[in-house]
């Protein structure tokens, strides 16, 4: 019996998948639990369409993730921090700090997850700065690091 999987099972497949199972083991476990539904030509279209739609939402991401690379690539923003003695760094500017920055200088919401800082930044000067806007597509960002 062939069965779409509703949910991940495991050692059997993942959400949306078709598989073939013993009628015994579909009946009594899948169907049951609400795990799968009967392969029934219905039922392979409406899987056909999901699966159609969800891929138009992803070229739909990863476009608007290029474009936004596009804009971001091409600006630079300025966070300011204290300076100790001698023209020394006080502190430092992390993910967070450049995200608000993002917010109020460019106006784009960027989530500061996304901005892949190794470790903070601690000197003054301009820094290159990732952002992960997606999975294949990464930003990078001028980061003019001032003295407040």
Known sequence: MEVILLEDVKALGKKGQLVSVNEGYARNFILKKKLGIEATP???NDLKLQKANADKIAAEQLAAAKELAATIDKQ?????IKAGQGGRAFGSVSG??????????????IDKK??????????????EVAIKLHKDVTAKLAVKVVEA
């Open 114 to 127: 996304k901005i892949a800082l190794s470790e903070p930044l601690k000197t003054f000067g301009t820094h």
């Open 42 to 44: 219905k039922a392979l």
């Open 96 to 109: 967070k700090e450049v995200a608000q920055a993002i917010q109020s200088q460019l106006g784009h919401e």
């Open 76 to 80: 630079s923003i300025t966070v300011s």
